[in-house]
Each structure stands twice: as structure tokens, then as C-alpha cells.
């Protein structure tokens, strides 16, 4: 194990590099790695998808590529500059003070995911000087740590999907829009080093004395996407530009206004970088746990008839906080199971339209079950078809998500729970003391206010209370009407309207004359609104809330939308003859009925259409009276025959409607018997469907690893292959026939100039030695081989062909690497020439003699 030690000064600032890939990634890894220059000074972190029961060759094959040292990864191992480390198999690795930390794999095979884990670290070890690369492979390991990377700031890259052999995890990360640039293998280096001298460079330094460039960036902003951003925090906005910035390497910020008036899809994508969708299940568990003990319960208790709420959570981002609402009253309502009726509607809203539509699919990563408990993850999600999981039907039918932006379009009101954690943090000081208010106006007296750990109300402690070891819950107070009065947002600009500014704090210091006429105006006048030709709601005035409410879905503020059931037509007709006929016009005594189908009061609703030379042409004021209702008449039973006979046959039609009622009941408990049982067999299928997904799920992380696997062993057959030409090569070049027997005398190899002695074919081999015709007058080789195989001596002959030719055979042990005989190894030298010469000697010698 490498002992620890201090980084260096130098070390604090070396970007770490994180390549994750699975199946099909040692390719691109190797491509990378050859264009990477040895000098770089960065470290380079493989983590890939192992067979925890092979040894791992990477480290071996990827040495070749590079000239910087591979090493596979030890516990408490330093990381140093212009090396590559790699993931050992059947671990988890992570990284603190540029030291690795070693784990057991956490996870079963097929939810085993390393890749995330390695890089949620290395994002919250390194921020905005990590970089994080994604190759070829099956699933979606490592969006969720590509994700974390690119929200602290790092730079993230996917290779491009066409060029992978396996797409899915770098198309997953690009569709979870965490990837900053896509492109080949071979390019990634030079546009990491590209970014890495930009980031040194530290370009918009004076971007806040640059006060004319970030107004026409958010002019552009304003334009393109209907946003705001002027009242969000500069120092945020700043940080989110300068990334863009340095991404496209402009050197100031009046040159990346200008690459955005060029590049209109550069303002999207700024648009994406300053909406930050921070978010998780069950975030801050303490609030939740307050909120399911102790404050959800309290609110149904002060509704014991029942009630149906409504909850409206703010700036929801991918839906994981409105989901958690959801999961959260149904778990209360399961531990309390009251007898009355209890529903709640949530209506959750973001401005971003990507995170909206992922939010409306409930569909969520193998991640959540971090945050979520077993058993509650058990009974409200499903296994989804891509892996992950799928939030619950009838959870998901209590959410209406929607774009709507909390700065300028219209709250929902009579809302029971208002759930915006930590957005404020990003406003301005003054733009949350004019959404405080807002948010006091949205709810009922009583109504609970969630925000996050870094949020309050500041100090409109007469709007809200807090409640007591609740955290960030607060319970909404009764307050005075100028506290919440001075604004509310609206797009609608259609005509000028007159600017009513009533006073903040009234004193009797002013003129005592104004001040009565303001008190009676409050409570004598009647509640008004003035509309524009076409419905739009221009100004309010008074307490509307009994007539109009938000619609559901996306934000309307149109009065046609917004009137509650009952005086939708009479008030769509009434301002019909307004437009039409001179005066005022006036329907009174519409009955108004409460949720039980009572009337609760009565309604006087006049309607007049200002004049056209007046100070507001093309308007028409609205307004509502409340008034008692009228005394109930008694009825006398009438003598009148006829009225006698419409009672009865009037009697008998109730008869019949409560006997096809009777009727209806009972087929109605026949569906819901029927229903009960499609319901469990749906239960029993998808509990195999379960199985089988799971099964799928490890079969493909074997089929990952089994894929790597044979990519190194398919390497190293390259080399066996290479090192095999090489020996053939090598023998052949000896000019030495030479065959290798096994231990039964069956042919293992055999070289070219052996096929001068035996009729052999490359189809031979792992035949006898015995079946093969030779050219020999020796007819004991297959004895003096197993004479070998037995004494381990070797053996040498002369030999004699038919052909007249001579060689020296030799016949060695065959030795393996193990030092075990496997066989012997025959030898043929050609001596023919020597023995032809040895003849001629002789012959000379006996003349010789002779003479």
C-alpha cells in the first residue's frame, strides 16, 4: 500500500480525469489515451465495468498505448500528474485530498454502478476542475455522476453515439443533458487541454464593471425565452456565464454577446446552464419527518368531515419534491386511516420545459434508492422498462405539472401547502420581499409554507409563523391587505391601466381625510376587476378569491378560465351585453353553493364597459356584491288537480331514478369486483415482469463483463497470434525439419522442410506419427521416441533415404514452461553432401592404397 502523504501546492490545482466505460469502451479508451500528450498534467482515472472474478489485463493492454505509467489502483494510493490509474474489479472507488479510497462493490450485479459513484466524488473533491468522460457501453452508469460533475462547475464529455459500439451510456448522458461537448475519442484531449488553458485564464474578471453586456444578455435571454434573469443573484449568473464562456472560449463578455446574437441555440443552451434543477427525494429528511408526524396531521384534523387540499410546489424541477408530497399525505393518510374523505391536488411548476415533460414521466434512475426507504420504494414505484423505477399510477394522477414562472406569472391561490425550497437563495433581496407576500396570498388562513434549509420569510414575521421543530415549515397568519397588495406578477400589458399605489404603513400624520376615505373603500366597495376586450384580467381590486380561482395546468389569467363553477356562463353572457348595450348591466341574486351543494350566499354581478373618450377605452369593469340570500317561501299543498297529478307522476320518476340508481350501484360492485380481481392478476404479472426485469438486468452486467473479458483476451490472442508467426517464422528460417510430437506420438507442429521426409499436409496435425508415408529406410522412430518419453535421454541416428539422401535424427524431450515432458521433439539434419564427401574420400583412399 502507497503511504500518504500531503499534496503538493501544485497538486491542489491538477484536474482530475474520469473515463467511465463498460462493454465496447476498451477501443475508444485506447484511441484517448494515443492522442493524450505524455506531458499533460493531468491524472487519468479508468473506471470500468470488471468481471469481479477475473483478473484484470487492462492495466497491461493499455500500457502499450501510452508512454505515462498504468498502474491498477491500491488502497490510499496518492494520485499524481501524467499517470493513469485503473479500477481494480469488485470495488468502489472514490477520492479524497488527492488521495483514492477503496470500497466492496456496493449493489448487486446489474445495479452495481461505479462509474456514478466515482464521479459524484471526484465532483465534490475537484468542483469546477473536474472532468468527467463517458465511452461506448450498455445502461446509463455514469449520467448521475456526469450530472453532479457539470452542476459543480467541471467540464463533462460523451463520446459520439454513432461512433460507439454500444450507444446507450453515452446516449443517455447527452439525453440527461449533462454532457457539455460530444464528439470522437481521438479529439477529447485537445478540447480538455482547450478548456483547461481558458480555465487558467480566469476571462470575465471584470464582468461586474461590464454592466452594458450582461444587460444585453439578458435582453437576448428576455427576448428568446421569456425570462428573467435580471433579479436573480449576479454573483450566480456571473459563475453560470463564465462556464459558457470558457466552454466556447470567448475572450470577454461583449464577445460572448455577440457569439450568442450569432449562435441563437447558445442562448438555449445559457438558458439550460442558469436554471439549476438541484433535487432529490425525501431532501432534508428531518422536514420531512415533521411534516409527516406532525404537521400533515394536524391539518387533517382540523378538517374531521374530510376535505379535498390543494398544494402548489414551486420551481419542482424533475418532480422528485412534488412526488415526495405525494408519497409523504399518502403515508400519513395510510398511519391515520381516517373515516372522512381526504384528497389532495398538487400542481408542481418549473420553467424549465425539458425538466417539466421528465417530471410528467415518473420515471427516475436506480439512484432514488438513497433517498428512499425499501419498504416505501417497494409500495409506490414499479420497475421501469429501461432500468430504474417508475413512480406508482395513482401517485402520479394526484400531480398536475405545468411551465409557469414564479416571477411573472400568476400564483395558484386557496392553496393549503406552498412547498419552494431553496429557490430563493438566487433572487435578490428585493425580488423575495415581493414574493413573501405572494406566497401569503396563495394560501388559506393556516396553511403550511415549506421552504429550504437556506430560505425564510426575512422579516415579514406577521405573515408567517414558524412551527416549532419544523425547520423550514411555517403556518400562514391573517395580515393586514397592504402587506400583500403591492405586487403580483402578470404578463398582460395589452392597456395602459392606472397605477394604484395604496399606502404601505398608514399613519394619521398625513392628511386625515384620505386616510377615512381609504378605510371606506375598503369596506364599503364592492371587490372589481377590470378586464380587457378579451377576458384578461388587467387590475384587481378587494378580495376576489371567492369568485376566481388559477385554472388548473398552465398559468391562465383569463377571467373566462379563472371564474369558479356557477358563474362561468351567467358572467360570460353578462359581459357579452356589456360590450354591446350602453350603461350598466346587472345580474343579481345568483345563488352560491358551497362543496355539500348548499347555497352558502347570494351574488349581485354588474358589468360596464368604460367609454371610449374615458381615461380607460376598451376596458370593462367587473364587479361582485355579496348579498344574503333569500328567505325560503313556505309552500302550501295545492287543491289544483292537475298540480296534484304532476307531484305523484313527479313522486314516481324519483322512484324510478333511485331504482336505476339501485341498479347502477350494483353493476357499479360487480365492475369493482371484477376490476379487484384484473387488479391482482395485473399485480401477479408484473411481480413476474419484476423477476424477469431483474434477471435482464444481470444478465446484461455479466454480458458487460463477459464483453470485456473477451476484448483483453482477445488482445492477447492478437499476441499470441503475432508471437506464433514470429516461431513459425523463426524455424522455417533454420532450414531444420523438425516435428513436435505429444506424449502419444500424435503431431503438434511441424516445419516446412519436414515435408521432404513425410507426405505431410497442414491437415495432419494431431494424426500418429505412424500414418504418415516417409521417405526413411528406418522403420524404429515411433520405438526410440517412446524409448525417450521413458529414459528422458535423447537419441541420435544416422538415417538413410530411398532417395539416397542421409540425415542425422535427433530425437529431445519435449519440456513446457512448467518444466513438465509433454512429448518429444524430432529433429531431421540433412547430411547427405557430408556423407557423398566421405564416400569420395574412401573410394580415393583404397586407390591410394592400391597404388
Not at 559 to 569: E, F, N, Q, S, T
Not at 815 to 825: E, P, Q
Request: overall charge negative.
Amino acid at each position: 500500500m502507497t503511504k500518504k502523504s500531503a499534496p503538493s501546492a501544485a497538486a491542489t490545482l491538477m484536474p482530475i480525469v474520469g473515463i467511465g466505460a463498460s462493454a465496447g469502451g476498451l477501443d475508444p479508451i485506447c484511441e484517448f489515451l494515443v492522442s493524450v500528450p505524455p506531458a499533460s498534467g493531468f491524472a487519468y482515472v479508468v473506471v470500468q465495468h470488471l468481471d469481479p472474478l477475473h483478473k484484470c489485463m487492462l492495466p497491461e493492454l493499455l500500457q502499450r498505448m501510452t508512454t505515462m505509467i498504468v498502474c491498477e489502483i491500491e488502497d490510499g494510493m496518492a494520485v499524481e500528474a501524467n499517470r493513469v490509474y485503473v479500477i481494480p474489479p469488485n470495488h468502489d472507488l472514490s477520492v479524497e485530498h488527492y488521495h483514492f479510497a477503496l470500497h466492496p462493490a456496493s449493489g448487486r450485479r446489474g445495479h452495481h454502478l461505479p462509474i456514478d459513484i466515482f464521479f459524484k466524488s471526484l465532483a465534490a473533491h475537484s468542483r469546477d476542475i473536474a472532468v468527467g468522460i463517458v465511452f461506448s457501453g450498455m445502461g446509463a452508469d455514469g449520467s448521475l455522476g456526469m450530472k453532479a460533475i457539470r452542476d459543480n462547475g467541471g467540464l463533462t464529455l460523451a463520446q459520439l453515439p454513432s461512433s460507439a459500439r454500444f450507444d446507450p451510456m453515452p446516449s443517455s448522458a447527452i439525453a440527461a443533458r449533462a454532457v457539455d461537448i460530444v464528439d470522437l475519442p481521438g479529439q477529447m484531449a485537445t478540447r480538455i487541454a482547450e478548456w483547461w488553458s481558458t480555465q487558467e485564464s480566469g476571462l470575465p474578471e471584470q464582468a461586474m464593471i461590464q454592466r452594458e453586456g450582461l444587460q444585453q444578455l439578458f435582453q437576448l435571454l428576455l427576448k428568446q425565452t421569456g425570462a428573467n434573469f435580471s433579479d436573480y443573484k449576479l454573483s450566480t449568473v456571473l459563475r453560470r456565464i463564465d462556464r459558457r464562456m470558457k466552454l466556447r472560449q470567448c475572450g470577454s463578455l461583449a464577445d460572448y454577446v455577440k457569439f450568442m446574437r450569432a449562435n441563437p441555440a447558445e442562448v438555449e443552451l445559457l438558458f439550460k446552464e442558469l436554471l439549476i434543477g438541484v433535487t432529490n427525494f425525501f431532501r432534508d429528511p428531518k422536514v420531512w419527518e415533521y411534516l409527516m408526524n406532525s404537521a400533515l396531521p394536524q391539518l387533517i384534523a382540523e378538517h374531521p368531515e374530510g376535505a379535498s387540499f390543494k398544494a402548489w410546489v414551486a420551481a419542482c424541477s424533475t418532480g422528485e419534491e412534488a412526488y415526495s408530497l405525494a408519497i409523504a399525505f399518502n403515508e400519513v393518510l395510510e398511519r391515520l386511516r381516517p373515516t372522512a374523505r381526504y384528497t389532495l391536488q398538487i400542481f408542481a411548476t418549473d420553467l424549465d420545459d425539458d425538466a417539466v415533460d421528465q417530471a410528467r414521466q415518473g420515471v427516475f434512475g436506480a439512484d432514488i434508492e438513497a433517498d428512499i426507504a425499501p419498504d416505501m420504494l417497494q409500495r409506490y414505484f414499479m420497475l421501469a422498462e429501461k432500468g430504474g423505477y417508475r413512480i406508482r399510477k395513482d401517485v402520479r394522477n394526484m400531480i398536475i405539472f405545468a411551465r409557469q414562472n414564479v416571477i411573472s406569472d400568476p400564483p395558484f391561490t386557496k392553496l393549503d401547502i406552498l412547498c419552494c425550497r431553496n429557490l430563493l437563495i438566487y433572487f435578490t433581496a428585493k425580488l423575495q420581499e415581493q414574493l413573501i407576500p405572494l406566497f401569503h396570498y396563495a394560501l388559506r388562513t393556516g396553511g403550511l409554507l415549506m421552504l429550504g434549509s437556506a430560505d425564510t420569510p426575512g422579516h415579514f414575521s406577521e405573515l408567517f409563523t414558524p412551527m416549532a421543530g419544523a425547520g423550514r415549515i411555517y403556518r400562514r397568519l391573517d395580515a393586514s391587505i397592504h402587506r400583500v397588495a403591492n405586487y403580483f406578477p402578470t404578463r398582460v400589458s395589452s392597456a395602459s391601466t392606472p397605477t394604484v399605489i395604496e399606502p404601505i404603513n398608514p399613519s394619521m400624520n398625513g392628511n386625515l381625510q384620505n386616510q377615512v376615505e381609504q378605510q371606506l373603500l375598503k369596506k364599503h366597495a364592492p371587490a372589481a376587476v377590470l378586464l380587457n376586450a378579451h377576458g384578461d384580467i388587467l387590475y384587481i381590486h378587494g378580495r376576489t378569491g371567492a369568485y376566481l380561482e388559477p385554472a388548473a395546468g398552465k398559468a391562465n389569467w383569463n377571467i373566462h378560465a379563472m371564474a369558479r363553477d356557477g358563474l362561468r356562463h351567467e358572467m360570460a353572457e353578462l359581459l357579452k351585453r356589456a360590450t354591446q348595450e350602453q350603461g350598466m348591466i346587472a345580474v343579481r341574486g345568483l345563488i352560491q353553493r358551497d362543496e355539500t351543494g348548499k347555497g352558502s350566499h347570494a351574488l349581485d354581478l354588474t358589468a360596464e364597459a368604460m367609454s371610449e373618450t374615458g381615461p380607460l377605452p376598451g376596458t370593462v369593469l367587473l364587479t361582485f356584491a355579496s348579498v344574503p340570500l333569500p328567505p325560503k317561501k313556505r309552500r302550501t299543498r295545492s287543491t289544483n288537480p292537475y298540480v296534484l297529478e304532476l307531484e305523484q307522476q313527479l313522486a314516481q320518476s324519483r322512484l324510478e331514478i333511485q331504482a336505476v340508481r339501485d341498479e347502477m350501484q350494483a353493476s357499479r360492485e360487480e365492475l369493482k369486483s371484477a376490476n379487484e380481481e384484473l387488479q391482482s392478476t395485473n399485480e401477479e404479472l408484473q411481480s413476474t415482469n419484476e423477476e424477469l426485469t431483474t434477471s435482464k438486468e444481470e444478465m446484461q452486467s455479466l454480458n458487460e463483463e463477459l464483453y470485456t473479458v473477451n476484448a483483453e483476451l482477445q488482445s492477447k490472442v492478437d499476441d499470441l497470434s503475432l508471437v506464433n508467426g514470429d516461431m513459425k517464422n523463426l524455424l522455417n528460417s533454420t532450414d531444420v525439419a523438425t516435428i513436435f510430437l505429444d506424449s502419444e506420438l500424435r503431431i503438434r507442429r511441424f516445419t516446412d522442410q519436414t515435408t521432404h521426409i513425410y507426405k505431410l499436409i497442414p491437415s495432419d496435425v494431431n494424426r500418429p506419427l505412424s500414418d504418415i508415408v516417409n521417405d526413411l529406410l528406418y522403420t524404429d522412430l515411433e520405438e526410440d521416441a517412446q524409448h525417450v518419453l521413458r529414459t528422458l535421454v535423447f537419441c541420435e541416428k544416422q538415417i538413410e533415404t530411398r532417395s539416397g539422401g542421409w540425415y542425422t535424427m535427433r530425437i529431445r524431450p519435449y519440456r513446457t514452461v512448467d518444466n513438465v515432458i509433454d512429448g518429444v521433439v524430432v529433429t531431421f539434419i540433412n547430411i547427405t553432401e557430408l556423407k557423398q564427401m566421405e564416400a569420395r574420400l574412401l573410394v580415393q583412399s583404397k586407390d591410394t592404397d592400391r597404388k
